[in-house]
């Protein structure tokens, strides 16, 4: 069983924490557009950033008992939060980006997300949840909650380029690299202590780079669309 260090599990707090900071500022700025996309948006932000704190919790409980308490659910639960987070505030930040582009406001918001994890609930049931011991369910919920992620940050990616803020499309692209990277960096079978410590920092690194571009992005996006035109307007 993998070893947790108190410093290692406290640092762990900290992408949470900029990852947070960075979907609340994104939820604001959909917000501004539609108030219902705002919502779904507020919505996968708190799941997402509950997903995190949970298994944030579970690792400093892991270093402050020596591995001998594993609330198993604190680590695995993560993925049924965020897959259902991150599909949430991509479908948003889509819808969002649709109506920037100068299309109608979309009328049945709530469809689309609702089918993708409708889709995975059977899905996950019929690969053994909610059996820990079992990856396969683990493995799609972490798909869904990928492509999610994926498509959220080439959105903000796109929108940063259409305002001109290349440095912040720049920040955007050098987080979901990383991600990438810890995720090949989490398929290693002996997770030392240093090695965890690199993945952390590296995650830490992201994150920060995340929650400060989502501020300059939302900084810059500006005033609501109009309900005759559905032209956004900047200030």
């Known amino acids: 069983m993998t070893e947790y260090t108190l410093a290692l599990a406290l640092e762990d707090y900290l992408p949470v924490i900029f990852s947070s900071i960075g979907l609340y500022f994104i939820s604001r700025m959909v917000a501004r557009v539609d108030a219902r996309l705002g919502q779904m948006a507020a919505i996968g932000w708190i799941l997402i950033t509950i997903g995190g704190f949970l ?111 290349n440095k912040v499309a720049l920040l955007f692209l050098a987080n979901i690299v990383i991600v990438f990277i810890l995720s090949g960096l989490a398929r290693i079978p002996d997770q030392t202590i240093p090695l965890q410590w690199v993945e952390q920092i590296l995650n830490t690194i992201a994150q920060g780079a995340f929650a400060y571009a989502a501020y300059k992005l939302t900084q810059t996006a500006a005033a609501p669309v109009p309900e005759t035109t559905g032209q956004l307007v900047y200030e």
């Not at 308490?69 to 930040?93: C, E, H, P, Q, S």
């Not at 979309?106 to 995975?120: D, E, H, N």
Request: hydrophobic letters at 60%.
């Open 55 to 165: 298994k944030a919790t579970w690792k400093l409980t892991m270093a402050l008992t020596s591995s001998q308490t594993d609330l198993v659910w604190l680590d695995k639960g993560m993925f049924i939060w965020m897959a259902a987070g991150f599909t949430l505030v991509a479908f948003a930040a889509w819808f969002m980006s649709e109506m920037r582009s100068g299309k109608e406001r979309p009328k049945r918001i709530w469809l689309g997300p609702l089918a993708v994890l409708l889709l995975v609930l059977p899905a996950i049931f019929f690969t053994g949840f909610p059996d820990v011991t079992v990856n396969t369910w683990r493995f799609i919920l972490l798909g869904v909650m990928t492509i999610g992620n994926v498509v959220l940050v080439v959105l903000l990616i796109q929108q940063a380029r259409r305002l001109g803020l």
